[in-house]
């Protein structure tokens, strides 16, 4: 669909070793590839990957992986993604305890200096999104809230955006 919109192809890859899809996924049309930290043991080296092809590049952590593990990487990458449910499916409850962890991000970025998104994925909601983006995030992922009824729900985000 890549030569029919212009809109930002964000390609967030759930798979163990990323490395060896990158150049595909670039080559499909992805304007930016986010990978988990947890799925390759070389992650500074795919986030140059992504780089190379010219890609913005995320990096994502499980709710259990502390923000040290990306500690190393932060200045590389243009997003970080904060999966704030389990990965694995969709229809999840958010997790409270993410909430200090976006903020704890956050102040990371802000010591740095840096310019870096946050992105949360997961139990995104109307009644959530408020908080969680004080808590720092700027891109929001809500796919299974918004499928259960697309248009009050859409309205319930775009509402919940204007506060």
């Known amino acids: ?55 913005k590049a995320g990096v994502a952590i499980n709710p259990a992986t502390p923000l040290s593990a990306i500690k190393y990487v932060l200045k590389d990458v243009d997003m970080v993604l904060i999966m704030t449910v389990n990965p694995g499916f969709g229809g999840q409850s958010f997790i409270g305890e993410m909430l200090s962890k976006i903020s704890g991000l956050r102040q990371m970025i802000k010591e740095q200096g ?3 998104d946050i992105e949360v994925d997961g139990g995104i909601k109307a009644n959530n999104f408020l908080e969680v983006g004080t808590a720092g995030a700027n891109v929001f992922v809500s796919g299974g809230y918004l499928f259960k009824n697309i248009k009050e729900n859409t309205e319930a985000l775009r509402k919940a955006v204007r506060r």
């Not at 029919?4 to 150049?23: A, G, R, S």
């Not at 049309?29 to 890609?55: F, M, N, W, Y």
């Open 1 to 55: 669909i890549r030569s029919v919109t212009n809109c930002f192809f964000d390609v967030h890859l759930m798979v163990e070793y990323p490395e060896k899809y990158i150049e595909m996924i670039a080559d499909c049309g992805a304007d930016g590839i986010t990978v988990h930290a947890e799925s390759t043991p070389h992650l500074h080296r795919v986030i140059g990957q992504i780089k190379g092809c010219g890609k």
């Open 114 to 116: 840096l310019h870096v």
